[in-house]
């Protein structure tokens, strides 16, 4: 039940932010380049090229000097919130070497279940990126989708002998 106290809107007593609160992280350029850790992407920026790490995918405007770095990690649903802090912290030094280099850096772990229950991370990740409404609710659905086939078709080929081959 949505309630107003204050001029704060809440549901259930929780408060509730309406996606003009929500900052959008892609707000004040528009040179915004993607790129991913995939061979046949090897674009990432020379700042990030040159550290040990590789986020998973890496959102870079250079004439704002910023980076959105998404790390994808796929745990058991127990370990949902483990596998967020557990990123967040590999990521850490790298998210200061940049901000000492003059960058501004974000580093956002997102987790999606290995059984296909999507994080609570996920859900803030589109709206973070203007992805809003039905959109947003697409994307979510489709993105729980792939992770539950895809952990069907590992489940329904565990024993084949070519995936555990040395």
Not at 2 to 21: A, D, L, Y
Not at 82 to 101: F, G, S
Not at 143 to 166: G, V
Request: net charge neutral.
């Amino acid at each position: 039940m949505f309630t107003i106290q204050g001029g704060v809107k809440s549901w259930h007593g929780r408060p509730v932010r309406t996606t003009k609160e929500i900052k959008c992280l892609l707000d004040g350029c528009d040179d915004w380049d993607v790129s991913a850790d995939l061979p046949e992407w090897n674009s990432h920026p020379d700042i990030i090229k040159e550290t040990r790490l590789r986020p998973d995918i890496v959102i870079h405007s250079a004439s704002t000097q910023q980076l959105i770095m998404l790390e994808l990690t796929v745990p058991y649903e127990n370990r949902m919130e483990e596998a967020h802090i557990y990123k967040r912290k590999k990521y850490l030094d790298l998210t200061k070497e940049l901000e000492n280099a003059g960058y501004k850096a974000v580093v956002m772990p997102v987790e999606v279940g290995a059984r296909g229950f999507v994080g609570s991370s996920v859900y803030d990740l589109p709206t973070k990126l203007s992805i809003c409404g039905n959109k947003r609710t697409k994307a979510l659905k489709l993105l729980a989708e792939i992770a539950e086939n895809s952990s069907r078709w590992t489940w329904s080929w565990r024993n084949e002998s070519f995936l555990h081959e040395d």
